[in-house]
Structures are given as structure tokens and as C-alpha cells.
């Protein structure tokens, strides 16, 4: 009996083998010429897996089965008719098929196919054949990153029989107006259409409205699609999935009638600007969403009525108040339990919002596994019932005003929970048992930064998958080595601004922490490399910077980490080192050691170096000609050495050599500047403001290709303007202030001239002529910003931060970065003449204009009341005359206005920002009258009288403090310069300053009345 189990096993197994083998038999084989076609078709490519797609789910290639002389319905991805034997499906999805796609392929002899996928093959920007359309039984055509360009033939209309038709992510693909027109009215059954990365540039949005009314799937991202989408399109009535995203549409959603089947609704990064309490009548859907768009307002009650919900994306909108609450009346702001206890909701991502009010209790609680609330203002406590969440792997409630005492070992329960972060909420206590001894498995990633903790967390102790944590800006000051001790998949650690962070328990024990690959320790008040230092031999990037870590750096000297051996970044910048005699770290690429108080010459760095920062320091002497052997050029190579008294001439091979960054600027050189950019070159910002450079402008700058940043201001250049420049297809940044340029600036090409440039500042110079209109017409950068990313200029591994000194309202200010969507002119200074050109106006994105101290003439243009972004307006100390134009008054975001010192005349504007500006901003013209200045004009003397009751009731809330401050301190940049002054906490002192200023400004327009 022991053995009879396996008769029953053996009899299936052969019954199996018989029933296959009669299927086999049953199957018709595949007629020659269709198997020959085949084997001809992939013989016309080549096969070449090496640039494999991370979409394909099947690997290598898929044609290898196929073998002359057998029956082609058993290969691999064909299909063949159980009667005929024709073939009837063609997959080679994935397939490593690579070349250009012949125009007379043998694919399309087999006319009985029904289904053929393409899919990720690469057919090497092939023309997309008219001969697609003579497959006239297909149902289903995918031919999705295969590699097709060019214009989508008008045969593709051909195949009525269509269900399904994806054309996505073939990036050449052009639709004109008249072939897509003829695709959706003769595919009447079509399905499912995926257009992505296709470019519908040509059509009409309303096109989509001749549909087949079977479509149940739509997918449109990035398409460059544009105009109004019509909103009839939400409401087809098999319509389940829709995804339309980064295009140029004006997208609203239906408020009325809307009870589309839809299961999936993804609208990101779009121009959405409601969110109607219609959604709520959607209720299939089980995936939205609508993330990264312009969404105002609160956020639906009627999303609770979405019970099939899994996945909900909100986020980086402008949603305000509270989160949608079953709680009526006065208590109805709260984050609450309409979506937390969604039945089926795994995902619910809020962040970048301005959603306020606390977390409301909850009863039940959905299966979530990801909650994202990050990034808005919501207060109060986190709420008991937060416990329940016990499905949670990823909770971030970063970037908001939490309050209250929340208990760690809440979290004991949160088996699954990978990334957690707290960070950036100062009101919040978070407390643990004092020997905490549960276990989070599963978590590797913890943010705990900016949360005003004094002790390190007790539980991070018994952490043993942790990878990153997170716990700066606290005021964490003492560290045992047994508070790591269990952590040794330890990789990410910073403790940066907990100060003063005393590691004297630690400083002779060797605590190795085998993964630890970065550790910011920056403003902890350290004053020597410790042995915890020195003793993670797996360190890659450092920061020690602003500490107090004093000395000799010297060749040798294990206290100086020289035992590091796989060190690639280091930061001592803001110390108190006072000399270097050596570089003991021997693989370092990145080294930045700027506001210590190093003496003495350069120490050249060693070649393999690519990013050495040694600025606002007290070096001397001449530049050695080995710091041309500096850099290695697969990496960006940045070399600062501004604010220090480095003199002499500048080595000729800098012009040559492979920089990236070179920032000489706040030194003594002198003589001519080098000729940069001789042969094959990286340059992207040219430094060398503040010396004593003689000469002209190189004109070899022309062959920079890859310039951003030219800035030559504070030199004694002598030279007219270098109108070569102006095909630099990136520069962005233009600097020749105070020098001694001369002449016209002329413009001898009607062409498109500076077309990136968005800062341009000629001011203090000798310029002459009239301003330059037809390079003003060229400036598209200051015109839109829709090419720029917003961020930062400078290098992309935060080596080093372009930065540059602007006057706005005679102030020298100091951009200490600069952001990509700032833009300004500053001419002020020179000999210009004549009139200003109307088409300024249509440098719509400029923020600062500055035409003073000129010789400038006529009227000032009502065009610049479309300059809509403008902060800045400096035309003072010319001689304009007539009145001021009432346009001006548009300018919503005008903080700085100065006309004082010409010849205007007539009534001062009044309203919106005009109301703020003072007596200073129209100074030294008699003729003007009215509000602020003193002289009256008849009946109108009192132009602003019932301005505060107008104001109360007006729809533009102005918020006097800024404004206030703006006057009072010369300069406010309300969005240029706004990312400074976000992250400065405000003293008290600062604050009454700014209401006493108000007072006395109020009290004047008081006087007035």
C-alpha cells in the first residue's frame, strides 16, 4: 500500500499528455507562406537586448523557438486559427528586435491577423507604414515604444474593426487634425485608445467628442495637446479609465449629470482648478487622481460617498481649510473620518496643500498602507485612533503645527511600517517609555528632524532595519555608543543643528557602523574629528561644516580622518581651520573648506579632485599654473576661490582647461582675461566679478555652448558691447556692471538674439544710444518661464550656488542663490537716450526693470502695466515727461516704485499697490499732485479719501506688513526673493520695527482723509 499513491499522480499525468498531444493534432498547422513571412520578418532585424526596457516582463529573445520547416502555431507569441491554421495573433513584445522597420515587411502578408503587439522593440525611428491599414481584421494594434516616428499614416483609419488601438510612448509620432478626425469617426468599436508621448500638437481638443460611445479607455499624457478639452468627454457612458497629464488643456469637470462608470480618474500635473461636489456620484471609482494641478477651495464632503476608493491623490494642489468632516456645525473643522474610514482606501496622499484644522477621531479604519499629509498646516494632536492604522508601511505628517504629546510606543503595533516621519513639527512632544524595548521590523527610513526633542528616541534603539534617519534641528546632546549599537544597516544618519552635541562617551570606543555611507553632523559645536569619525571606514559623503573644528590640516594625521579611505565628499566649510599643509584624504573628489581662517598661498589640490571650494578665506599670492591639471572631466568640475587676496595675473591655461564652475570673484587679479572655451569645453558659469581685469571681452567666449552664468562686473574692462554673446544657446545670466563699456549696444542680425537670457545687468557703464528694442524682442526668457524649472542655479551636487549682487531702489542687495524664474534689467547708469519701447510690456515675467540715472526721454509706456510680474520699477533721474499711465496700477506685485527726479505732471494714480507707495517714489517732480505728495489738484485733493472702508470690502486683501517692510528696509522681492525670507524666522524686534513703520504710515494716510 505504501507505493499506491502514485498510480492516481501517474494516470493524470498521462491523460494530460494524451489531451495535448489530440489538441496538438486537432490544430491545423500553419500554411507555409504565413510561416515563411514570419521567419523573413524577424530575419530583417537584429537582436539586441542590451538597452532592455524595465516594462517588458518576459526576457531576451522571444523568437528563438522559431525553426524553419516546423509548425509556426506551436512558437512562441503566434497564434494561430484551431480551423485554418492562419495566423491570427502576433506577440513580440519585448523581443530585442532592433533596425528599421522595412516598408515592404513581409508582417503584412499575414492579413488574418487580429491581435499584434510590437511593443518595446526598438525600430530605430522607422516611419510608421501605410501598410498598417491593409490588416484590415486587426482588433487589437500595439505598437507602444517600438520606436516609430513621423506622421501617422491616414490608412490606420482603415482597420474599422479596432477595439483597441495603443500608439503611446513612440515620441516622433505626429497625429495631424484630419487623420485623427478620421481614426475616431471610423473606429467605431473602438475601445481602448493610448495616445502617450504621442504629439496631437495639430488637433483639436473637441475632436475626442466623435468617439466611438463604446470607449471604456483613454489615456492621454504628455501629448502637447491645447485648448479647451470638452468636458462631455467625462460623461461617456462606458468611459472606466481616464488619464490625461502634463499637457496645455483647460480641463473642468463636469458639476452636474456625472455618473460615469469610471474606475480610474488621473488628471496630474494639469491645470484643474475646482473639484466639484459631483465626484461624489462617481461612485465605481476606485483610483483618483488629481495631483499637482491648481485646485482651490475645500476638499468634497462627497468623497466620502466613493466607497470602492483604493487609491486617492491630492496632493500639490492649493486646497485650503479643512478636510471634509461628517461633523456638522462649528466643529466641523477637522480632518476626519469620511476618508479615513473609507472601506477599501490603501493610498491618501494630501501633502503640498493648505489644509488646516486638526486630525478628527475616527471609528473604523480603512485598510490604509500609505498616508501622506505632509507639507500643510494642520494643528492639534495626532488622535488616538491613529493606532488602528496598523496596515500603515509609509506615514508622513511632516511640514505641519502638530501639537500635543504623541507616544512612540503607539507604534508597536505598526508591524509593517517602513517610513515615518515627524519632521518639522516644533509643538510636538513625542515621549517613550524609558526602556522601550518593542521592535518596528520593517522600518528603514525614520525623520524625526525639527521636532524639538531633547533626548534621543529610546526606540530607535531596537531598530535593527533602519537605513536613514533623520534627526536634525533638535536638541539632542549627548550620544552613547549603545544608541547605535543594534543599527548596523545604518546608511543615511544626520544629526546636523543639535547644538552643542557632546560625543565625549563615544570618543575612545571604536562603534563601527559597517553601511554607514553618509553622515551630516553640520552645526553640532564639534570641535575635533572623534573616533566615531574615524572609525566608519564605509563613509563616502561628510559634513562637518560650521562647527568649531580648529587647526593645521597636514598630509599625514589619522586625526584628520585620513584612514577614510573611501571619502569621496568632504565639507569643513565655516570653521576654524587656519591652515592647509596637505590633503591626507587620498580618493576625495569633492572638498569644500570656504569661511575658515586659512592663511598663507594655494595649496594646488590633487588632480582627481573635481569640486574644491576654498572661499571667503585669508589666501594670497598668485594662482600656481598646476591648478590648470585640476579636474577630471566626467565629473562637474567647480573651483572657488572668490573672497580671498589672491593677486597677479590669472594662469592662460584656465582658458583651456575642462571647468565647469570657475568662480574667481572678490580678489585682486589683473590684467587681460584668458581666452576660455579655445577647444572642447563644460563652462557653465564664468565668475570674475569684483578685480581689477583690464582689456576687452574675449570674444573666444563665443564657442562657450554650455555658458549660464557670464559675470564680469566691478572690473575695468574697456570695450563696447559683446553682441557675439547673443547666440549662446544657454546663457541665462548676463553680468558687465561698473566697468567701462562704451557705445550703442547694437544688434547687426534681425534674428533671434539672447533668447534665454533672464537677468541682464549693464548698469554703471558708459553705454549710449537708444535702449536696444530688437534685443529686447528676442528675451523669451523674460517673456515665459514655462521653460524653466523652478530651482536653484548652480551645480546640480550642490557643490557650489551661483549667487550675484542686484540694486533695486539704490540698494546693493545679495542674492545668495539665485532662482532659475528670476528675471530682472538694471541699465541704470549709463548714457542712454530716447524714448522706452512699448514692447517691453510684453516681457511679462520680468521682475526687476531698472532704466535710471539715464538720459531717457518721453513718456513712460502704458505697456508696462503688462509686465504683470514685475516688483521692481526704477525710471528715477531721467527726463520723462507727461502723466503717469493708469496701467501701472495693475501691477499687483509692484513692492518697489521709483520715478522721482524727471518731468511727469498730472494726477497720481491711485489703488491697489499705488496706495502704498510715498513721498520718495515721485520726488523731484513739480508737476505731479494728489496723494502722497503734498500738492493738491482741485477738486480731487483728496484722492484717497474712503480708501480704508473701499479697501475692507475689495477682493484685493492687502497684507501691510510686507509692503511696509518693503519701504522701510529698501527692498522686498515678494516671490524672487520670497524663499529667503520664508525661512527666516522673524525676530521680535523685527516685528515691532515693522508695526511702528505701520503706524506711521497708516497715520499719514490718516492725514489725508
Known amino acids: 500500500m505504501k507505493g499506491c499513491w502514485f498510480i492516481p499522480s501517474y494516470l493524470v499525468l498521462f491523460f494530460l499528455f494524451l489531451a495535448y498531444n489530440s489538441s496538438a493534432l486537432s490544430q491545423s498547422p500553419c500554411p507555409h507562406d504565413q510561416s515563411h513571412a514570419l521567419i523573413q520578418f524577424v530575419n530583417s532585424f537584429s537582436i539586441d537586448c542590451s538597452s532592455y526596457n524595465s516594462r517588458c516582463n518576459v526576457s531576451g529573445d522571444r523568437t528563438f523557438s522559431w525553426k524553419k520547416g516546423t509548425n509556426c502555431c506551436l512558437w512562441d507569441g503566434v497564434k494561430c486559427d484551431t480551423e485554418t491554421g492562419n495566423v491570427v495573433g502576433l506577440d513580440l513584445s519585448c523581443s530585442c528586435l532592433a533596425g528599421s522597420f522595412p516598408s515592404n515587411s513581409t508582417l503584412f502578408l499575414l492579413r488574418h491577423l487580429r491581435q499584434l503587439n510590437l511593443a518595446w522593440n526598438d525600430f530605430n525611428s522607422s516611419l510608421m507604414e501605410s501598410k498598417f491599414g491593409e490588416l484590415t481584421s486587426l482588433t487589437h494594434l500595439n505598437i507602444s ?390 572609525t566608519q571606514e564605509n563613509l563616502d559623503d561628510l559634513d562637518l561644516s560650521n562647527n568649531l573644528i580648529q587647526g593645521r590640516i597636514t598630509e599625514q594625521g589619522e586625526n584628520w580622518g585620513s584612514n577614510l579611505h573611501k571619502l569621496l565628499i568632504l565639507d569643513l566649510s565655516g570653521n576654524l581651520l587656519t591652515a592647509l599643509e596637505g590633503y591626507p584624504w587620498k580618493n576625495i573628489v569633492a572638498l569644500k573648506l570656504s569661511s575658515n581662517r586659512l592663511e598663507g598661498p594655494l595649496l594646488v589640490p590633487p588632480p582627481s579632485m573635481s569640486a574644491f571650494s576654498i572661499s571667503k578665506n585669508r589666501l594670497y599670492g598668485e594662482i600656481p599654473s598646476a591648478i590648470c591639471n585640476f579636474g577630471c572631466s566626467e565629473y562637474d568640475v567647480v573651483l572657488d576661490l572668490s573672497n580671498n587676496n589672491f593677486s597677479g595675473e590669472i594662469p592662460e591655461c584656465l582658458g583651456s582647461t575642462f571647468f565647469t564652475y570657475l568662480d574667481l570673484q572678490m580678489n585682486n587679479f589683473h590684467g587681460n582675461i584668458p581666452s576660455f572655451c579655445v577647444k572642447e569645453n563644460q563652462l557653465r558659469t564664468l565668475n570674475l566679478n569684483n578685480n581689477d581685469f583690464a582689456g576687452s571681452v574675449p570674444k573666444s567666449l563665443a564657442n562657450c555652448e554650455y555658458l549660464e552664468v557670464l559675470n564680469l562686473g566691478n572690473n575695468k574692462i574697456n570695450d563696447t558691447f559683446p553682441h557675439w554673446l547673443r547666440n549662446l544657446p544657454q546663457l541665462q545670466v548676463l553680468v558687465l556692471r561698473s566697468n567701462q563699456f562704451h557705445g550703442p549696444i547694437t544688434h547687426p542680425y534681425n534674428q533671434s538674439h539672447f533668447a534665454t537670457l533672464r537677468i541682464l545687468d549693464l548698469s554703471h557703464n558708459e553705454f549710449s544710444g537708444f535702449l536696444p528694442t530688437t534685443y529686447f524682442k528676442s528675451f523669451q526668457g523674460m517673456m515665459s518661464l514655462d521653460y524653466f524649472e523652478q530651482k536653484y542655479m548652480g551645480d546640480r551636487f550642490n557643490y557650489y550656488d551661483d549667487y550675484m549682487v542686484l540694486t533695486v531702489k539704490g540698494v546693493d542687495t545679495e542674492l545668495q542663490k539665485i532662482l532659475t524664474i528670476f528675471t530682472a534689467i538694471d541699465m541704470s547708469s549709463n548714457k542712454f537716450q530716447g524714448t522706452i519701447p512699448e514692447m517691453i510690456g510684453k516681457l511679462a515675467s520680468l521682475q526687476v526693470l531698472n532704466f535710471s540715472h539715464n538720459h531717457l526721454t518721453g513718456h513712460i509706456p502704458s505697456s508696462l502695466g503688462n509686465v504683470s510680474a514685475l516688483e521692481s520699477l526704477d525710471l ?114 523685527l516685528v515691532g520695527m515693522v508695526q511702528r513703520a505701520g503706524n506711521k504710515v497708516l497715520g499719514r494716510f490718516k492725514k489725508y482723509r
Not at 200 to 219: A, D, Q
Not at 279 to 303: H, Q, W
Not at 388 to 415: A, I, P, R, W
Request: proline share 6%; glycine share 6%; aromatic share 10%.
Open 145 to 534: 515604444g517600438a520606436g516609430f516616428e513621423g506622421k501617422i499614416p491616414l490608412e490606420i483609419s482603415h482597420l474599422s474593426k479596432l477595439l483597441s488601438l495603443d500608439l503611446s510612448d513612440n515620441y516622433g509620432l505626429v497625429f495631424e487634425e484630419h487623420v485623427f478626425g478620421n481614426v475616431v469617426g471610423n473606429l467605431t468599436q473602438l475601445r481602448h485608445l493610448l495616445l502617450s508621448e504621442v504629439n496631437m500638437s495639430l488637433v483639436e481638443p473637441t475632436s475626442f467628442l466623435n468617439m466611438s460611445s463604446y470607449i471604456t479607455t483613454l489615456i492621454l499624457e504628455d501629448n502637447e495637446l491645447h485648448g479647451k478639452f470638452p468636458e462631455d468627454v467625462f460623461r461617456f457612458p462606458y468611459l472606466e479609465e481616464f488619464r490625461v497629464s502634463r499637457n496645455d488643456l483647460e480641463l473642468k469637470l463636469p458639476q452636474t449629470s456625472w455618473n460615469a462608470p469610471l474606475r480610474s480618474l488621473q488628471v496630474p500635473s494639469s491645470s484643474l482648478q475646482e473639484l466639484p461636489d459631483s465626484i461624489g456620484n462617481l461612485t465605481s471609482l476606485e483610483i483618483l487622481d488629481f495631483s499637482d494641478n491648481n485646485l482651490r477651495g475645500p476638499i468634497p464632503a462627497t468623497l466620502g460617498n466613493l466607497k470602492q476608493l483604493r487609491y486617492l491623490d491630492l496632493s500639490s494642489n492649493n486646497l485650503v481649510g479643512n478636510l471634509p468632516s461628517q461633523v456638522r456645525g462649528p466643529d466641523r473643522n477637522f480632518l476626519s473620518s469620511s476618508l479615513f474610514s473609507l472601506p477599501h482606501l490603501v493610498v491618501l496622499r494630501l501633502n503640498n496643500n493648505k489644509l488646516t484644522g486638526p486630525i478628527d477621531q475616527f471609528d473604523k479604519a480603512a485598510p490604509l498602507e500609505v498616508v501622506d499629509l505632509s507639507n500643510n498646516e494642520i494643528h492639534g494632536p495626532i488622535p488616538a485612533s491613529f493606532s488602528q492604522l496598523v496596515n500603515l508601511n509609509h506615514l508622513d505628517l511632516s511640514n505641519n503645527n502638530l501639537s500635543g504629546s504623541f507616544e512612540l510606543d503607539k507604534l508597536s503595533k505598526f508591524n509593517k511600517l517602513e517610513v515615518l516621519s515627524f519632521s518639522n513639527n516644533a509643538l510636538l512632544s513625542l515621549t517613550s517609555a524609558g526602556n522601550a524595548n518593542y521592535s518596528l521590523p520593517n522600518l528603514v527610513e525614520l525623520d524625526l528632524s525639527s521636532c524639538n526633542t531633547s533626548e534621543f528616541p529610546n526606540f530607535v534603539r531596537n531598530l535593527p532595519g533602519l537605513t536613514h534617519l533623520y534627526l536634525s534641528y533638535n536638541r539632542i546632546h549627548v550620544l552613547e555608543a549603545n544608541m547605535f549599537a543594534k543599527l548596523k544597516r545604518l546608511y543615511f544618519l544626520d544629526l546636523s543643528h543639535n547644538s552643542p552635541l557632546s560625543l565625549s562617551n563615544i570618543n575612545n570606543l571604536t562603534l563601527v557602523l559597517p553601511n554607514l555611507t553618509f553622515l551630516y553632523m553640520s552645526s553640532c559645536n564639534i570641535t575635533e574629528f572623534s573616533n566615531f569619525l574615524t
Open 876 to 989: 528715477s533721474c531721467n527726463k520723462l515727461i507727461g502723466e503717469i499711465p493708469s496701467e501701472l496700477t495693475d501691477l499687483l506685485f509692484l513692492e518697489v516704485l521709483n520715478l522721482s527726479e524727471n518731468r511727469l505732471v498730472g494726477l497720481i494714480p491711485q489703488g491697489k499697490q499705488f496706495n502704498t507707495f510715498l513721498n520718495d517714489s515721485y520726488r523731484g517732480n513739480t508737476g505731479l499732485c494728489g496723494f502722497p505728495v503734498s500738492k493738491g489738484c482741485g477738486q480731487s485733493e483728496h484722492p484717497v479719501a474712503g480708501f480704508y472702508e473701499q479697501e475692507a470690502d475689495s477682493a484685493f486683501r492687502l497684507d501691510w506688513r510686507p509692503v511696509i517692510m518693503g519701504y522701510g528696509c529698501g527692498v522686498v522681492f515678494g516671490f524672487s526673493a520670497g524663499y529667503i525670507m520664508m525661512t527666516i524666522r522673524k525676530p521680535k524686534w
